[in-house]
């Protein structure tokens, strides 16, 4: 069964650093693409970026381009997500997503598995 773990979140000043990790485990994820989400309060989940495991091509959406970068560590199957310039914007749960079929979509209704979530706070 696939489990991913988030970690990594925090309380962090506008203009500040984050690193957060997400840890995929029961599964074969070649043919995945994994993404980071993140939900404010009162609002909709919305895309922040994608990797696909396999070349690790990714993908961000335009609000995070520039400051967030993704990445993965195939041997450790972890993907993360280094947030630069953070925005009191950013601020809310980030979710780590898996979607098993590769399509790279950005809805989430799309992605098959999800973490727990991570808090990021960000503070101006």
């Known amino acids: 069964q696939v489990q991913l773990v988030e970690s990594g979140g925090g309380l962090v000043q506008a203009g500040g650093s984050l690193r957060l990790s997400c840890a995929a485990s029961?599964?074969?994820?070649?043919?995945?693409?994994m993404a980071w989400f993140r939900q404010a309060p009162g609002k909709e989940r919305e895309y922040v970026a994608s990797?696909?495991?396999?070349?690790?091509?990714?993908y961000y959406a335009d609000s995070v381009k520039g400051r967030f970068t993704i990445s993965r560590v195939n041997f450790k199957t972890t993907m993360y997500l280094e947030m630069n310039s953070l925005k009191p914007d950013d601020t809310g749960v980030y979710y780590c997503?898996?979607?098993?079929?590769?399509?790279?979509?950005?809805?989430?209704?799309?992605?098959?598995?999800w973490g727990q979530g991570t808090q990021v706070t960000v503070s101006s």
């Open positions: 990797i696909r495991w396999s070349g690790g091509t990714t």
């Open positions: 029961g599964g074969t994820f070649n043919r995945y693409v």
């Open positions: 997503a898996g979607d098993r079929d590769g399509l790279g979509s950005r809805v989430p209704g799309n992605y098959d598995y």
